[in-house]
């Protein structure tokens, strides 16, 4: 830190020292110094790489605040990542605290956006049908429909989604 900090001293306009900087501030568990190292970073030439570095900055303190149960902190946290460089797994952590907040429009939006970034991810059919329940608890039959439907011939959602399908037509 003292190495790269008399570096941006000497050369204010080093994009790369203050990157770096921002890395071993973060390291350190200085948040905020890193914030700001990485907004030199970005004003000095490192603006993907500040972005990206910011980006996982709040991923990890948004995964941190789920840990201890702060869900609106979690969410916080993972849309300023995005405010940095859109992250699915971001959106996935927002998702999940908005759910246990008993927040299921948010809920919907965040799983919505986390399948646009990520539509081949691995839980997008159990994403989807989750989706399909909070619509369904919402009175959306329409948009419950329409997400059973994507997930019908799902080899274990599909059972589940089908019987939904009955009810609801």
């Known amino acids: 830190i003292a190495s790269y900090t008399k570096v941006t001293e000497l050369n204010p306009a080093n994009g790369d020292a203050y990157l770096r900087l921002g890395r071993a501030l973060a ?36 995964q941190a605040k789920t840990k201890v149960k702060d ?24 998702a999940s605290s908005a759910q246990k907040m008993g ?13 646009a970034v990520k ?15 909070l619509y369904q608890q919402m009175g959306n039959k329409a948009k419950a429909i329409e997400n059973y439907e994507k997930v019908a011939s799902d080899p274990q959602y599909g059972p589940g989604a089908q019987e939904q399908l009955k009810v609801l037509k």
């Open 27 to 62: 390291a350190s568990g200085k948040v905020n110094e890193a914030v700001a190292a990485y907004e030199s970073a970005t004003a000095n030439g490192e603006e993907a790489d500040a972005k990206k570095q910011l980006s996982n900055l709040f991923l990890k303190m948004a």
């Open 119 to 133: 539509p081949n991810a691995k839980d997008a059919a159990g994403v989807t049908f989750t989706i399909a329940a």
């Open 103 to 115: 927040n299921n429009a948010q809920c919907i939006e965040f799983y919505e956006k986390y399948l």
């Open 71 to 94: 869900y609106q902190g979690a969410i916080d946290n993972a849309l300023k990542a995005n405010s940095y460089l859109e992250n699915a797994n971001a959106y996935k952590i927002a």
